[in-house]
C-alpha cells in the first residue's frame, strides 16, 4: 500500500463550544492536487491552518511523509511533539496565505533568500541562486530589488510562492491565494500555481472559493460542510453530477452568483 503524503485520522477541532471540525479523515496521496471547497465557517481553512501548524487540533493525529506531525510516540502512547519536532516538519510543508507577510523592509531577493538561509542553511551564494532561479519562474526575475511596498498584491503573491517553493516542501498549502487580490490580478497568481501543478511533483492542497481553476488543476475535490467531509471525488463527477444537496445548492448559489 502506498504511504499517503498526508493523513488526516479523526481530526476535531473545537474552538470553546463550538466544533469545527468532526472526526475528519483525509488523505493526500504524493504529487496528488487536492481542492478543498465549501462555505464560509465550513472548516476548509482550519483544515489547513491544522497541516501549517498554525493552529493544534483537539483530537486525532495528523501525518505529514509518514511521521505524526502535532504528536511523538512514547512506548504505546501519543504525547504532544516538542517544537523541536515541530520545526523540522515544518520543513516539509510549505505554505502560502491570502495576505501575502511579506517582510516590508526587505527587498524581493532578501525575502526569498531568509529562509533558506537560516532553516536550511545555505550559504548566501547559494539561498541566492535558487531564489533567482525561482523568481525567474514566477515571472519575477526582473524585481530582486524592489521592496514589497512597490509591487503590485498579484507580483506580491508570486514573490510569496517562490519564498516557499524555495524551500522544496514535499507538500504545499494554498490558502485562498486570490481572495485579497483585485480581479485583474487573478489570473498571474492561477497561472504561476498552475504551472507549480503541471510538473506534478509536489502534493498540493488548494484551499480555494475559484470553481473553475479547482476543477482544472485538481485530481480530486473535496467539499466540506458543517465540519464534515460531505463528498469528495475526480473534478468532473462532483461538479456534473453532485450526489448531496448539500453540494447541489452549493454549485448553485456559485453559478447563479456568476463567481
Known sequence: MMQQMVRYSKIGKTYGEVEVLKAIDLDLAPGEKLAVIGPSGSGKTTLGRLLMTLEEPTSGTIEVDGELLWHKREGDRLVRADEKHLHRMRGKIGMVFQHFNLFPHMNVLRNVTEAPRKVLGLTREEAEAQAVSMLG?????????????????????????????????????????????DPELVGEVLEVIREIALEGEMAMMLITHEMDFAR????????????????????EALFENPQSERLQAFLKRFRSSGV
Open 137 to 181: 519562474k514566477v515571472g519575477l526575475g526582473d524585481k530582486l530589488g524592489m521592496q514589497p511596498s512597490q509591487l503590485s498584491g498579484g507580483q506580491k503573491q508570486r514573490v510569496a510562492i517562490a519564498r516557499a517553493l524555495v524551500m522544496r516542501p514535499k507538500v504545499m498549502v494554498f490558502d485562498e491565494v486570490t481572495s485579497a487580490l
Open 216 to 235: 482544472e488543476i485538481a485530481d480530486r475535490v473535496v467539499f466540506g460542510a458543517d465540519g464534515r467531509i460531505v463528498e469528495q471525488g475526480p473534478p
